[in-house]
């Protein structure tokens, strides 16, 4: 484990926020009407109701990668797992959730690791 370093884990946290606003305006719960505009598609693994322009998605993860570059906070692995694995891409996603297994491992971090382990699962 390196040093906490508070400069560090600021400015991720400003990254990790403007990938949170990106994911969030790329995504619409439609169960009583759709999304305005084109692009939209059904989400996959999120449940029923959700659709996501992907383009949007992409970008949150690019966002959510540079966050974890800056400090690498479980979270982020996450974030990433789970938003490739809402656009199909179940490659990358076992990728993302097998790195969040082996940091939950290393940091001993149970819930961590009971939720790659269900995202692996998900994702096989």
Not at 51 to 79: G, S, T
Request: with cysteine; proline share 3%; charged share 25%.
């Amino acid at each position: 484990m390196t040093e906490f370093d508070p400069v560090r884990h600021k400015a991720a946290t400003a990254v990790f926020k403007l990938a949170v606003k990106t994911l969030e305006s790329g995504m619409h719960r439609t169960l009583n009407r759709e999304p305005k505009g084109t692009g939209w598609v059904d989400c996959k693994g999120v449940g029923e109701g959700f659709k996501c322009k992907p383009a949007k998605v992409r970008e949150a993860i690019e966002y959510f990668k540079i966050a974890y570059e800056v400090f690498p906070d479980i979270v982020a692995l996450n974030q990433i797992a789970l938003a490739h694995g809402m656009i199909g891409e179940e490659e990358q996603a076992l990728d993302y959730f097998g790195r969040m297994k082996q940091q939950a491992q290393l940091e001993n971090n149970d819930a961590y690791i009971h939720a790659s382990d269900a995202g692996l699962e998900r994702c096989n």
